[in-house]
């Protein structure tokens, strides 16, 4: 229904939901805007393929490549993700169709108790415990011993963190198909795991991709619990034991220090905009993406 078919009653409430409905836009706008107020006259007089593609940060001497921690960012998040998938998705799968209704009311609020926690108390686990884990690890497949303190030691760390989203929308579109859809499966003589298949597994196809976009959404942006086990080291990480240094950390680790430096605070404002422009530019590609899979899936 449009405006102009609104009563006058109904006019200014319309008007004003509409534009508390418009105002996260605004504020993402707002935020764009004012990262690139503070970035652009950094571009101005260090080229771009100098920010993008140097792997020297020596803010000191006026070096400020980006490369080592855009790298750093890709690695860690690509590495979360392939670890949390499979297992949110054979998690979400038992939980939906094979769990006893019991242990499903357990599960559900160890899930939100999990996605509750503070980033900080994930980072103190993986200090504890992943980090010595990956050392060992490193020593074993690799025969050479490090700090442990690597993008695996993320990897699994925000892979952890990552889960319960995964895991809790997963389980909640697989609980959404229709139980005559699988009934109709069983009386054809389908075997559970061809219902699973078959039924569930395509019927909520795109539901399963948003779940796991979300998680990723979420990985991009993770900041303490990173910062506390990659090692943040500005070099380009070469193996999954090597040490990394994400473009969160970057901004967690140096915004409000060293300002007197010149150009400092605006290459940091300038890594802000750029991890905000993955996001975003993620979150749009991603979001094409299933409205084109539901559409040959629907």
């Known amino acids: 229904m449009s405006l102009k078919n609104l009563s006058q009653k109904d006019l200014w409430p319309a008007l004003v939901t509409a534009l508390f409905a418009f105002l ?6 707002a935020i764009f805007l004012a990262l690139s ?23 000191g001497r006026g070096n400020f490549g980006l490369l080592p921690f855009i790298a750093g960012t890709i690695w860690v998040t690509i590495t979360a993700f392939f670890l949390a998938v499979p297992v949110g998705l054979l998690s979400s799968i038992y939980l939906s169709e094979y769990a006893p209704s019991g242990l499903q009311k357990i599960f559900r609020p160890v899930l939100d108790l999990l996605a509750g926690l503070p980033s900080v108390i994930y980072g103190m686990w993986g200090v504890l415990l992943v980090v010595p884990a990956v050392r060992k690890l490193q020593a074993l497949t690799v025969g050479r011993e490090s ?6 030691a993320a990897g699994i760390v925000l892979a952890v963190m990552i889960l319960p989203t995964i895991i809790n929308v997963s389980v909640e579109v697989m609980s959404s198909v229709p139980l005559e859809l699988k009934e109709a ?3 054809l003589g389908a075997t559970r795991l061809e219902v699973v298949r078959y039924v569930v597994l395509k019927k909520c196809f795109p539901g399963i991709m948003a779940a796991c976009v979300l998680g990723l959404a979420r990985a991009f942006g993770e900041t303490i619990a990173v910062l506390m086990v990659v090692g943040n080291v500005p ?7 090597s040490p990394a240094y994400p473009l969160p950390a970057l901004l967690a680790n140096n915004y409000g220090e ?9 290459a940091l404002n300038l890594a802000a905009l750029i991890l905000l422009v993955i996001v975003i530019g993620f979150s749009l590609i991603a979001r094409w993406y299933l409205v084109k899979i539901s559409r040959r899936f629907g």
């Not at 070099?235 to 034991?241: D, M």
Request: glycine share 6%.
């Open 258 to 266: 060293m300002m007197s430096i010149p150009g400092y605070e605006a």
């Open 24 to 29: 996260p836009l605004l504020l993402a706008v």
């Open 185 to 187: 499966a069983l009386s």
């Open 235 to 241: 070099e380009i990480p070469r193996s999954l034991f």
């Open 37 to 59: 107020g503070k970035a652009l006259p950094f571009i101005s007089f260090k080229s771009l393929s100098t920010l993008f593609f140097s792997s020297t940060w020596q803010p």
């Open 147 to 152: 700090s442990g303190y690597s993008v695996l």
